[in-house]
């Protein structure tokens, strides 16, 4: 009888073992940040509040502008900071890598120490042309990790996905804003920060009609959940919780099923899929 109460008392606390290291390696898997992802266009004094409010900015901190995305970055960094100097009083600078300086330690301690870090919008390719392969990469998820805000626009928004959306199509030569229907092996997409995974975010979604680029998205990536935020509109991002901010509407399409692809020039057909639209202060659950 001891030796199997021992038995007991031992499976006891080997099982007890078990479940806090599970509980600590999930608690260490969570971001203490938050991501606040802007659909680009107008940003209102209103929806940079909510910024600034989650961000939770002290005296001390300072506010980082990352404009590699921009081809004028002077201009976008100037443009972010007129507006923000009407709504805080904390520093805000502006660190301009390129890939030379983008493993530089000193550079990158900086930025790593900034409260609330902000990356303009422009072409999101370029943006992740300087970050992939360096130390920034990692700076920026180590900022995120330890509670920073990462926030950003239009191009800056795009780049917070896994699988970035460039912009281009594979099967047409010409760039255009939207896509005229909806085809398998069409979409580029290449590597982004991967803040948020399992996800496809699109911008300026409503504006620019671009329910067909999601749509196809969804086609190439169909275990992501598809996000179109529109222009003047955010999505605040808590670990695995959303909250939608802002003027507009953000639409969210996931789970399509029976993908079918047709041999005839890429054609697909999906038999049915999931779409929400929401507003400021609405919320849901990603993966």
Do not use: W
Not at 41 to 47: A, V
Not at 71 to 100: C, G, H, W
Not at 125 to 131: A, C, I, K, P, S
């Amino acid at each position: 009888m001891k030796i199997k109460s021992s038995l007991l008392q031992y499976f006891k606390m080997c099982f007890l073992l078990v479940i806090m290291v599970f509980t600590a390696n999930s608690q260490a898997q969570k971001n203490k940040g938050n991501l606040f992802i802007i659909g680009g266009g107008n940003r209102s004094d209103e929806l940079m509040n909510q910024l600034i409010s989650i961000a939770d900015l002290k005296q001390k901190d300072y506010i980082v502008v990352l404009p590699m995305s921009s081809e004028e970055p002077d201009s976008a960094y100037i443009y972010f900071k007129n507006q923000m100097k009407k709504l805080v009083t904390n520093r805000i600078i502006m660190l301009n890598f390129d890939k030379n300086d983008a493993n530089n330690k000193i550079l990158n301690d900086s930025l790593q120490k900034a409260k609330l870090i902000f990356i303009s919008g422009g072409d999101q390719t370029r943006f992740m042309n300087v970050v992939n392969n360096t130390l920034l990469y990692g700076t920026i998820h180590k900022a995120y990790k330890n509670g920073s805000m990462i926030a950003g626009t239009s191009a800056g928004a795009a780049v917070m996905c896994e699988h970035m959306i460039t912009g281009n199509q594979k099967l047409e030569t010409k760039y255009t804003s939207t896509f005229d229907n909806i085809r398998y092996d069409n979409l580029e997409t290449s590597q982004g920060l991967g803040l948020v995974k399992n996800v496809i975010i699109d911008q300026h979604f409503l504006k620019r009609n671009r329910y067909n680029r999601l749509l196809t998205a969804l086609v190439e990536y169909p275990d992501h959940i598809g996000i179109g935020i529109d222009e003047s509109t955010a999505i605040i991002v808590r670990n695995k919780k959303i909250e939608i901010a802002g003027e507009s509407e953000v639409v969210v399409i996931k789970n399509p099923k029976r993908i079918i692809k047709s041999n005839k020039r890429n054609l697909v057909s999906i038999k049915s899929l999931e779409m929400a639209i929401y507003t400021e202060g609405q919320k849901f659950k990603i993966k």
